[in-house]
């Protein structure tokens, strides 16, 4: 099994940035990629950044050139560094696992709140 925790939400104001960090523990050599999506009331769940076993990123469009995704690898630690946060960057924030040979996300954390407002 993995175990994901997320941490580092909060309140932000509107152009201010937040460090989100996902700790992982347990068989994390199962894992294929990390990634990190949000929920924000009333949409859909999406994949905000992703990141590879090799260390490949890649982000969604909407977030590219704000966003970055990075791992620490002696802290089993994958972060999501936020830069001119929006207040449509309001959601719910998510770290999740791809599973390395069925390749679907089937491990997420508990969500972390993040709320950008003046």
């Known amino acids: 099994q993995v175990q994901l925790v997320e941490s580092g939400g909060g309140l932000v104001q509107p152009g201010g940035s937040l460090r989100l960090s996902c700790a992982a523990s347990g068989s994390i050599f199962s894992i294929r990629t990390m990634g990190w999506y949000r929920q924000a009331p009333g949409k859909e769940r999406e994949l905000l950044a992703s990141?590879?076993?090799?260390?490949?990123?890649n982000l969604a469009d909407s977030v590219k050139g704000r966003f970055t995704i990075s791992r620490d690898d002696a802290k089993n630690t994958v972060y999501l560094q936020m830069n001119s946060l929006k207040p449509e960057d309001t959601a719910i924030y998510y770290c999740?696992?791809?599973?390395?040979?069925?390749?679907?996300?089937?491990?997420w954390g508990q969500g972390t709140q993040v709320t950008v407002s003046s």
């Open positions: 999740a696992g791809r599973h390395l040979v069925t390749g679907t996300w089937n491990y």
């Open positions: 990141i590879t076993r090799g260390g490949t990123t």
